[in-house]
């Protein structure tokens, strides 16, 4: 993977770039926050009116969860090479112009009526959201430096809201207009908003002139199973958060509102969790928090497969994956920052595995949903999760196994 410098962490910037931001961070910072709301909205959008595509489309589950590759498609074509835009032109620009691509495609999501062409205006929004979403994190760090780190928890916290919210608005507009068309074109015109605001202002400076320090050796192994990682992690989050509401409708555990609201709910305590795990994330290791999660995320899903005849224990279980899956995705690149720098080549490859872990089980729970039924769904989330936790301890067994015996961490490692 080329290298980049969009992805190079707050760590690495210098104190000089400090002073040189944009003529109004505050302002700026609110700008990014807003844009990463929108993408939670269009993010958590596609699952609960995957039903009503299928029929817009006259197609099965099964044929229609191709969408899911086509969008996660356009969200790796974005990191591997139209995010490159940011080296070459002002940022805002190029934000403003992905947010109203982005409008674009989501308006014409309900109105496509054949799957290919609908695949192909998912590739588009899958583009425009990763070129934004890589984006948004580049600028903030360009816009506050070393001190990044609150507001970067911010901004994910910002995109947890928005995927809350997007279930809500879309059962509150079908009950209102009887179309998911108008939900669609609700969600398409929340991004107008956000590119005028950002195209109005500044752009930050590109800090050209970076000083690294020693790089920690990035060992292919380490690497890997990082990589491995979070393409199983990425794969279990959004293919529960894409599946609850048809599941919970193939069930009959709820009708299509009281899933709209199962779904919001897994997202809302996903986000509640982000925020919970700031002060928790100071006061435990990473490898002790990663452990924490992965056994909450699992007991979750046991909840929901044991007890998937009763609505009440999938709300249980829906709302405990939230809350345990939501520090797994930060807490490890803080674990992996203990033992490597990240550098933007190294970066890219977990944003990488993300993304193909993102796209390949959503993709395979839809072949599998019509023929083995609905639970093989959570079944398969729950292998995953499963796999996921034995990457974990093969990881600590190979990070541990790089520790010398004095107890001193390889070069470049960073501790807290």
């Known amino acids: 993977?080329?290298?980049?410098?969009?992805?190079?962490?707050?760590?690495?910037?210098?104190?000089?770039?400090?002073?040189?931001?944009?003529?109004?961070?505050?302002?700026?910072?609110?700008?990014?926050?807003?844009?990463?709301?929108?993408?939670?909205?269009?993010?958590?959008?596609?699952?609960?009116?995957?039903?009503?595509?299928?029929?817009?489309?006259?197609?099965?589950?099964?044929?229609?969860?191709?969408?899911?590759?086509?969008?996660?498609?356009?969200?790796?074509?974005?990191?591997?090479?139209?995010?490159?835009?940011?080296?070459?032109?002002?940022?805002?620009?190029?934000?403003?112009?992905?947010?109203?691509?982005?409008?674009?495609?989501?308006?014409?999501v309900p109105v496509t009526p054949v799957l290919g062409l609908l695949a192909l205006v998912l590739f588009g929004r899958g583009l425009a959201q990763g070129t934004i979403d890589l984006g948004g994190n580049a600028l903030l760090?360009?816009?506050?430096?070393?001190?990044?780190?609150?507001?970067?928890?911010?901004?994910?916290?910002?995109?947890?809201?928005?995927a809350f919210l997007a279930p809500v608005i879309i059962a509150q507009v079908v009950l209102a207009t009887g179309s998911v068309t108008w939900a669609y074109w609700a969600l398409a015109a929340t991004a107008l908003p956000a590119a005028l605001w950002i195209a109005l202002l500044p752009s930050p400076p590109n800090p050209a002139?970076?000083?690294?320090?020693?790089?920690?050796?990035?060992?292919?192994?380490l690497v890997a199973l990082i990589v491995l990682f979070f393409g199983l992690y990425v794969g279990a989050e959004v293919g529960f958060g894409s599946w609850l509401f048809s599941?919970?409708?193939?069930?009959?555990?709820?009708?299509?509102?009281?899933?709209?609201?199962?779904?919001?709910?897994?997202?809302?305590?996903?986000?509640?969790?982000?925020?919970?795990?700031?002060?928790?994330?100071a006061r435990l290791s990473p490898r002790l928090l990663l452990g924490g999660s992965l056994i909450a995320s699992l007991a979750a899903m046991g909840i929901v497969l044991l007890g998937w005849r009763s609505p009440a224990?999938?709300?249980?279980?829906?709302?405990?994956?939230?809350?345990?899956m939501a520090a797994i995705f930060p807490t490890m690149f803080s674990l992996a920052e203990r033992h490597m720098h990240i550098s933007g080549q190294i970066s890219g490859w977990f944003f990488f595995g993300g993304s193909v872990g993102g796209m390949t089980l959503p993709w395979l729970i839809g072949q599998i949903f019509e023929g083995l039924g609905p639970r093989a769904a959570m079944t398969a989330i729950f292998v995953d999760l499963a796999l996921t936790t034995i990457v974990f301890g093969l990881l600590m067994l190979a990070a541990h196994a790089r520790v010398p015996a004095t107890g001193q961490a390889p070069q470049g490692t960073h501790r807290r």
């Open 209 to 221: 002139q970076q000083r690294r320090g020693p790089d920690g050796e990035a060992n292919f192994l």
């Open 141 to 162: 760090i360009w816009v506050h430096g070393a001190r990044v780190g609150p507001y970067m928890n911010g901004l994910h916290f910002a995109f947890g809201v928005g």
């Open 313 to 324: 224990t999938t709300w249980i279980g829906a709302l405990g994956l939230g809350l345990g």
């Open 247 to 281: 599941y919970a409708r193939a069930l009959q555990l709820a009708d299509a509102t009281a899933a709209a609201y199962m779904t919001a709910a897994y997202y809302g305590t996903y986000t509640i969790g982000r925020l919970l795990a700031i002060p928790i994330a």
């Open 1 to 108: 993977m080329p290298q980049t410098t969009i992805s190079a962490p707050s760590h690495l910037a210098t104190p000089s770039a400090a002073p040189s931001r944009a003529a109004a961070p505050l302002a700026t910072t609110f700008g990014y926050y807003l844009v990463f709301v929108v993408l939670g909205l269009v993010a958590a959008s596609l699952g609960p009116t995957l039903p009503d595509l299928a029929a817009n489309t006259r197609s099965q589950l099964s044929q229609v969860s191709v969408l899911f590759l086509a969008n996660s498609a356009g969200r790796i074509v974005a990191a591997l090479g139209i995010a490159r835009l940011y080296d070459r032109w002002p940022g805002h620009p190029v934000m403003a112009g992905m947010l109203a691509l982005l409008a674009i495609m989501m308006a014409l």
